[in-house]
């Protein structure tokens, strides 16, 4: 059974310091290094939460957070990789035999009468694949054979204003099922070494306090239109 795992493997040592020193120098007349890390040192939590929360996100673009992700199928990590402001690493299917590829099963056809033709399809493939290679079809043609529910691992790396996106748009409710899984796992890691941050980020609508999808929202919180209406 092929089980997501994250973990974060790098990230500032003062995360939260240093977005409170970005805020100083924004906000204040400090202009000597002592000065603005004194200052900075010495501001609440509350005041580094109140500036995210009006959307100066701004100042958290200089802490990067690096994670190893595997366990995810190709399926989350076409949605993974289209993320803007973020570096990724991922396993390659023109370099990597394939030959004994694991495979994400949902959990709606796993529970279904369909389970048993999905595996055979699966291990259809997987025979396939390995004749080919072994009859000369060079990987980079045969990995054709490769569904989207191959199992692969990469580094991702997203400073924390681009995690925030990240989070909000993937924990909703309307997330496919398998990314806002994802997304979940590394909200509870980098809430373990940046809690002020990323203790209130959820669901777009849960963090903003609106639903921007006004024709597809799922009706937990009211939306921009329904907002201007009241």
Request: glycine fraction near 4%.
């Amino acid at each position: 059974m092929i089980i997501i795992e994250v973990k974060l493997i790098s990230y500032p040592e003062e995360t939260e310091l240093i977005a409170k020193m970005a805020a100083v120098i924004c906000y204040s007349k400090e202009h000597k290094y002592d000065d603005v890390k004194r200052t900075a040192t010495l501001k609440p939590n509350g005041y580094l939460k109140k500036i995210i929360k009006d959307g100066h996100t701004s100042i958290l673009e200089h802490n990067v957070f690096v994670f190893y992700i595997s366990g995810i199928s190709r399926v989350a990590s076409h949605q993974l990789v289209r993320k803007r402001i973020a570096s990724f690493s991922q396993q390659s299917q023109r370099y990597v035999n394939a030959e004994n590829f694991d495979y994400v099963i949902p959990d709606e056809i796993k529970n279904s009468k369909f389970i048993e033709e999905y595996k055979k399809v699966m291990a259809y493939n997987h025979e396939l694949y390995q004749k080919m290679v072994e009859e000369g079809i060079p990987k980079e043609d045969a990995r054709f054979l490769l569904p989207n529910a191959t199992a692969t691992q990469l580094i991702v790396s997203m400073n924390a204003h681009a995690l925030i996106d990240f989070f909000v748009k993937r924990i909703c409710n309307r997330s496919q099922w398998e990314i806002r899984k994802l997304a979940e796992i590394m909200l509870e890691e980098v809430r373990k070494v940046a809690p002020t941050i990323f203790r209130e980020v959820g669901a777009y609508c849960d963090f903003y306090g609106y639903c921007p999808e006004n024709h597809l929202s799922c009706g937990k919180n009211p939306t921009i239109e329904e907002l201007k209406e009241n």
